[in-house]
C-alpha cells in the first residue's frame, strides 16, 4: 500500500468545526463505532490527531476526544507509542456532520504485553490521569477519570483513589494539555469514590470528589483536568506539550499555541473552523480588517491561475471539489518563504486557502495562500529522517532549539510523525543544487511540497530541500527578483 504524508498540522482543518469545543459529557458505546481496518500514516502528539489509510486505499484523518486512548500491544498507549505502518482496526464515530472523523480507540488484536502497559502508567503519571469535571459545589470538585480498561486502571491505582488520598488537580485543555501543574492546580483530598458505569468507552468506572483550597476558574461542569495521585510529582509537560512553556522562550510554532477560539468560542459572535456550528461565518466588510479565526481554511491542489484577474481553481484536499476563487484585493501569498506574485504559483501542489464566502454564500473568496514549506517555515518546524524504506520516507517533525530554565539551548521532544511518498519524479535539493533521491539520509533534516491527495491519486513529495541551509538559501533565492526591481 502506499503511504504518505498529510501535514498533521492541516488536520484540524479537515475536521468540523463544533467537535474541537464540544461540551457534551457522554462516553460512546463501542457499538455504536465503525470499525475500519488500516494502517497508520501520521500522528500529532500533541494536538491528537492523525491520519490512517484505509485498506480501501481511502485517506482517514482523524482527532481524538479527551476520553480517546489507543489501544496498541493489546494495551493502552499514547500516540507516541504507536509506530507508523502499524495495522490495526481503528474505531470510528461519526462527527456533526456525519464524516467519520473521531477516532475513540484502535485495535490491533494482540495479547496484552506487560511492557507496554508499564510504558503507558509511567507516561500517564508524568502527565496526571486525565478526567472531567461533573460538577462542583462550594469547595468541591467531583470529577470522572478516563481510562480504556476499567478492570486494569481500577487494579493499578484503587489504593490511591480512596477516601483521605491526595490528589492535585490541575486544568488542562481538550488535547489534555495542562499549563503549569504547579500553579494551575490544586492540592486536594479525596473525600469520596463512587462507581459509574463503564460499559460505555471512556469511562474508568471511578468518580471521586476532591475538596481543594481554591475554586479555580478552569474547575467548571464539563472541563478537563489532569489529576496527580498522592507521591506523584506534578510537573509541567514538555515543552511544545505544554500550553504555557514555562520556563522556555516563546512559543515559535503558531499551531501550539492556546487555540482561543477553540477553547473559548463563547468570545465569538461567529463560526469558526473549531467552534460555533451554530452560528453563521462572518462576512467580509470593506475597509474592515476581519478579526482574527474568522476565515475557513481549505486545504486543496492548486490547478488553475490567472493572474490577469486574481482567480484561480483550488481542488479541495481528499474530495476533488474544484473550487473557483478570487483573490480579495488585500491577499497574501506564501511560496518557498518568500511573497511572490500571483503567477509565480507553481500549480500541481497542495496550498492552504484561507477564505471568506461571497454574496451566495460560497466560499469564494481567498484572503491568503500559502504551500507547505511556507507553513512549515513560519512554525519554525522542520521534518528530520528517521527511517527510510524504498519510496516512503519516515520523518519526524521537530521545534527549534529553545533556551531552559538555565539558558542551555535544549531540543523538544518531537511533536509528530508522518510518511512522506516520493517516486521517481521527485526532486531533491541540497544547497544550490540538484541531488539524487538516493542520496537522502537518516538524520537529514528537511522542508518539502507536495502534490494534493485527491480521490484515487495519493499525495506525493514534488520537491524536498535538505538543510537548514537550503531552506534559508531557497527563500533567499526566490526574494531576489523583488528586491532588485526595487
Known sequence: MRLLCVLLFASALSLPAADAGSKVMEFPSLKDAKRIHGELVSVDFILRKGEFRADDGKLMPFSMPPYAIMKYKGVEADLREVPLGTKMTFLMLPDTEGRLTRLITTDDGQPAEAAQLKKFREFTEKRGIAAWIDKTDGSTVTLTLFSGDAAAFQAAYKELLAVGKEARTCVANDELRTWNPGVDGERGTITEVNKVPTEYFGSSGVQVTVKVGNMLEGFRRGRIVRVFLAGWKAQDQFYGESLMGYGFGRMLDQELVENVAKGYPEQFPFRTDYCNAHLPWYQLKD???????????????????????????????????????????????????????????????????????????????VSRISDDFSHASANAITARVTAIHGHQIHVAWQLPLVKDYNGDMQRAPDIANCILQVNDATRVWKADHQVKLADLQVGDVLLFNRTGELPGKPSHCTDIWIGEDTHKLVTEKLRKPAVAKK
Open 287 to 365: 475597509d474592515v480588517k476581519p478579526p482574527p479565526f474568522s476565515e475557513h481554511t481549505v486545504v486543496g491542489e492548486l490547478v488553475q491561475v490567472d493572474a490577469k484577474t486574481g482567480s484561480g481553481q483550488l481542488l479541495s484536499e481528499l474530495t476533488g471539489e474544484p473550487v473557483n476563487f478570487n483573490l480579495l484585493k488585500q491577499h497574501t501569498l506564501k511560496y518557498l518563504g518568500a511573497d511572490p506574485p500571483f503567477a509565480q504559483l507553481t500549480t500541481g501542489q497542495r496550498y492552504r486557502f484561507e477564505l471568506y464566502q461571497d454574496a451566495k454564500g460560497a466560499f469564494t473568496r
